[in-house]
């Protein structure tokens, strides 16, 4: 076990060469760049937010996609799948996902919105469901809720919030209004709801609304043009439509289900450019040149030497740091490397501390050795 003595490094390379220098270094994760709030005279730092911004929404974009095709159509995994981690890509494959890129951000894209369909027509059918139980209590009337006067008879078509027999709504009607003429018709009661339909000479239009208003009498909301019957039958076909639909839309996620490793090859090319993005956002830049500083493991400075030689014309320079500022860097055994991702999640130990990976490692497996059989 061990921490590595880390050094300082700045690197200044033409701008011509920024990409592919960047490209190289970020592959081989040999250098943490450190981030800098003040550049020196004649540099200065050039704003990546929207191209980052576009990157970052088409990470999210695919993230979604993925789990929309989880939850309609899970992906097969092994007992053991979940210890393999993300597919390695190789760098060759680089430029066939970038090309790729923009037609697998298409099916993302279709991904989403045939989802989006599918909520729609789920709240669209919750909705006809509701109208077609308001709509239960009318099931009888021959005339459209909305139906309009005569020339010669004022139509209410409504209900009331209480329970009435013909009798005991004469007797209220009369009651609030002593000189009305009407007739009417209980469509539907039960307890806490009467609907009626109410018909009164024209010239007492105004004498019944207020009668009507005293008893608590209210007009349903539609703009329908068809009868009760009708209408629900309508509304049936229009939610059977919905139905088939949105099962549709179903089957055509689940055609996507071969692109996502596309999918997730795509997403990490993205966030990879994003994050490289990021790192030029930090770099200091003049007309000609840029800057890199950050920190490396002093025994991989010559790995950095050599990378920087073969791909760009750049002069390379180290030196001492202080340890408190330094990052730390984790080497242990392959034994006990996999539990440093667990040791850096809470708290990385700094210099002068010792490094509990190893031990970590003996008891973490150990435990979950123990907890694997119980559940077994």
Same mark, same amino acid.
């Given at each position: ?59 999210? +974009?695919? *993230? %979604? !996609? &993925? ?6 159509? =899970?992906?097969?995994? @092994?007992? /053991? ?125 105004? +004498?019944? *609304? %207020? !009668? &009507? ?6 007009? =349903?909301?539609?703009? @329908?043009? /068809? ?150």
């Amino acid at each position: 076990m061990a921490k590595l003595k880390m050094k300082s490094v700045r690197i200044i390379a033409l701008r011509q060469d920024r990409k592919r220098l960047l490209e190289h270094l970020q592959d081989s994760g040999l250098v943490q760049i450190e981030k800098t709030e003040t550049c020196r005279k004649g540099f200065g730092k050039i704003d990546m937010t929207s191209q980052i911004q576009i990157f970052e929404r088409n990470v999210t +974009l695919s *993230e %979604n !996609a &993925l789990k929309i095709l989880d939850s309609n159509s =899970p992906e097969k995994k @092994s007992m /053991l799948s979940a210890f393999c981690g993300r597919r390695e890509i190789d760098p060759d494959e680089i430029g066939v996902i970038a090309s790729n890129a923009g037609e697998v951000i298409d099916v993302c894209n279709r991904i989403c919105e045939l989802n989006k369909q599918i909520a729609d027509n789920a709240a669209e059918r919750i909705r006809i469901k509701t109208a077609l139980a308001q709509l239960e209590p009318w099931k009888n009337l021959d005339i459209p809720l909305n139906a309009k006067d005569t020339k010669t008879t004022a139509v209410f078509i409504g209900s009331i919030q209480k329970e009435y027999n013909e009798v005991s709504l004469s007797e209220a009607l009369a009651e609030a209004s002593p000189k009305l003429e009407f007739d009417f018709e209980i469509q539907f009661a039960n307890e806490g709801l009467t609907c009626i339909v109410l018909f009164a000479p024209i010239a007492q239009k105004e +004498l019944a *609304e %207020n !009668a &009507l208003r005293d008893i608590g009498f209210a007009k =349903p909301v539609t703009n @329908s043009s /068809l009868t009760p019957l009708a209408e629900s039958k309508k509304l049936v076909e229009r939610s059977h439509k919905l139905e088939n639909d949105t099962e549709n839309a179903k089957k055509e996620i689940i055609s996507f289900a071969d692109r996502r490793k596309d999918i997730k090859d795509t997403q990490d090319y993205f966030r990879i450019r994003a994050d490289k993005y990021s790192v030029i956002g930090e770099l200091q830049h003049s007309r000609n040149v840029f800057v890199i500083s950050g920190y490396i493991p002093e025994e991989d400075c010559e790995k950095l030497e050599r990378l920087c030689e073969r791909v760009s014309v750049c002069y390379v320079e180290f030196g001492d740091v202080d340890e408190e500022k330094a990052p730390v860097k984790l080497k242990n055994s392959r034994f006990a490397a996999p539990a440093e991702s667990i040791v850096n999640m809470y708290s990385p130990p700094s210099h002068d501390d010792i490094d509990p990976t190893p031990l970590l490692a003996f008891f973490f497996y150990f435990f979950f050795g123990m907890m694997f059989s119980d559940a077994g």
